[in-house]
């Protein structure tokens, strides 16, 4: 058998032609309209120009520069960006696009003050004894001669021997009280804080392209309608802060007029008024007095009423001849209660590194 032998470089070339051949006459009917297009074009200008992207900048070098961006004026002086900005609810924030992966700035606005104040109470009065009796044996209203046993402090109003009071012709039993009501020990705590808007800037990965006009850069594309995110430039500083609807800004550059100002964080300056209580309220203490001839609160005895309002001179009728014990109780023991006061915040938290964003 005679062994096949290549074909000749010729041979190859020629089958090479004829296949180009074949596919241009399967094509031609769908090139014809663009030829002709191009023809025209070519007897007007005397050229005919391709374009690789949607919409060139026929004046320019490099026409179809920044394909996958928006050219926009280079940021001035001090500016940084442009960003990719986003501005919602903390709870929706969203990660960087992928034209713009990477994260440059996380701040917030609308701060939102929890007042953490533990809430004040006091404790209850207590209605208190009388601390002394006088008696005089020479006036009637118990004037010349008076004398005057004071009762032990904490004293119970249970039986008590006392130096003796010799023909009392006049009483003065002491008024009995209402203890202060004290705060109650409670952990003092201060606020918290949240906020209604979060906002987060994103940036291009890598160096951005080049553009047509040397005043402008290439920044990544803006798709708010799809995914909020807005184009801006920004710097740090309060700058003038929004209204409630995004106007004009007149400190921002030109080609990005709308004001946005977001903070940093916030500094706690808050604290809370200490508790405090107010005097006792709706108190009644009335007591008795129960004065005894003899020791131990035996023998003949006297009984004299005292209140808040006591400590009033009485001549009791049949008064014994000779005090040597003391008793006494509470008839009304109802000390009311006190109003509690503090436990209110003060300051509210300062707002830190403020970002003035510039936006198209």
Same mark, same amino acid.
């Given at each position: ?12 070339? $020629?089958?090479? $032609? ?6 241009? *006459?399967?094509? +031609?009917?769908?090139?014809? /309209? ?5 023809? %025209? ?13 949607? @919409? ?10 920044? !394909? ?5 004026? %280079? ?6 960006? /442009? ?6 609810? /903390? +709870?929706? +924030?969203? #990660?960087?696009?992928? *034209? ?36 005089? #044996? ?6 010349? =001669? ?16 006392? @130096? ?26 201060? #606020? ?14 890598? !160096?951005?392209?080049?553009?047509? $006009? ?21 710097? !740090? ?86 005090? $040597? ?6 008839? *009304? ?11 209110? %915040?003060?300051?509210? =938290? ?11």
């Amino acid at each position: 058998m005679t062994p096949l032998q290549p074909p000749s470089p010729s041979a190859e070339k $020629r089958a090479w $032609r004829d296949r180009r051949l074949a596919r241009l *006459r399967a094509v +031609e009917p769908l090139l014809l /309209p663009f030829v002709l297009v191009a023809a %025209l074009m070519a007897c007007k200008t005397g050229r005919i120009d391709i374009y690789t992207c949607s @919409d060139p900048c026929k004046e320019c070098e490099e026409p179809c520069a920044c !394909p996958d961006g928006t050219c926009v004026p %280079l940021p001035p002086l001090g500016w940084e960006g /442009p960003v990719l900005l986003w501005h919602g609810p /903390p +709870e929706e +924030e969203p #990660a960087c696009p992928a *034209r713009a992966p990477a994260p440059v700035y996380e701040g917030y606005r609308g701060l939102k003050t929890i007042p953490e104040c533990a809430r004040c109470e006091c404790s209850a009065p207590t209605c208190a004894l009388p601390e002394r009796v006088s008696a005089s #044996a020479q006036s009637d209203v118990c004037g010349v =001669g008076l004398e005057t046993r004071v009762f032990p402090e904490g004293w119970d109003g249970s039986c008590l021997a006392i @130096d003796p009071l010799n023909a009392p012709r006049s009483l003065r039993v002491g008024a009995t009280s209402v203890g202060a009501c004290e705060p109650v020990t409670v952990s003092i705590h201060k #606020a918290s804080f949240g906020w209604e808007t979060k906002a987060k800037g994103c940036m291009l990965g890598w !160096p951005a392209e080049a553009c047509p $006009r040397p005043y402008e850069v290439c920044a990544p594309r803006v798709e708010t309608a799809r995914d909020g995110f807005e184009l801006c430039i920004y710097q !740090p500083g309060s700058g003038k802060t929004e209204n409630a609807k995004p106007g004009w800004g007149p400190s921002c550059p030109a080609g990005f007029p709308q004001v946005r100002v977001f903070h940093g964080g916030v500094a706690d300056d808050s604290w809370c008024t200490p508790c405090s209580c107010g005097e006792p309220e709706g108190s009644v203490c009335d007591g008795r007095l129960t004065l005894h001839e003899g020791v131990g609160c035996q023998g003949d005895q006297q009984e004299v009423p005292t209140g808040l309002n006591g400590n009033a001179c009485s001549v009791p009728l049949n008064l014994i001849p000779e005090i $040597r014990s003391v008793e006494v109780e509470l008839v *009304r023991d109802q000390p009311g209660s006190c109003k509690p006061a503090g436990g209110n %915040l003060v300051n509210g =938290g300062m707002l830190l590194e403020p970002a003035t964003f510039c936006c198209r």
